[in-house]
């Protein structure tokens, strides 16, 4: 099993940053996909971004190219979600996945979510 844990939410300002982080721990050579997803009341998941250790090269969903970066540090094992320029559209509960699947930004790419973190944009 992997174990996925958030952190770095919190209530922002539009036009402000946050960095959200994800720790992995437990059989991580399960998870070579990290990606990052957020859901906002009354929609679907939807996928923010995403990563490969193995990799190391970055996807983007269209709400995030631009402003937000991901990024893994293999001797923390940890992903990180920098997120800039926020706009109220993207209050949600952003959620880390890991996986093996081969589609980034397709859910049943990934077999382990973590607990959420709310993140909230004020205007």
């Known amino acids: 099993q992997v174990q996925l844990v958030e952190s770095g939410g919190g209530l922002v300002q539009a036009g402000g940053s946050l960095r959200l982080a994800c720790v992995v721990s437990?059989?991580?050579?399960?998870?070579?996909?990290m990606g990052w997803f957020r859901q906002a009341p009354g929609k679907e998941r939807e996928f923010v971004a995403a990563?490969?250790?193995?990799?190391?090269?970055?996807w983007y969903g269209d709400s995030a190219k631009g402003r937000f970066t991901i990024a893994a540090d293999s001797v923390k094992n940890t992903v990180y979600l920098q997120m800039n320029r926020l706009e109220p559209g993207d209050t949600a509960v952003y959620y880390c996945?890991?996986?093996?699947?081969?589609?980034?930004?397709?859910?049943?790419?990934?077999?382990?979510w973590g607990q959420g973190t709310q993140v909230t944009v004020t205007s």
């Open positions: 996945a890991g996986g093996s699947g081969d589609y980034v930004g397709v859910l049943r790419s990934y077999d382990f």
């Open positions: 990563i490969r250790w193995s990799s190391n090269s970055p």
């Open positions: 437990g059989r991580t050579f399960n998870a070579d996909l």
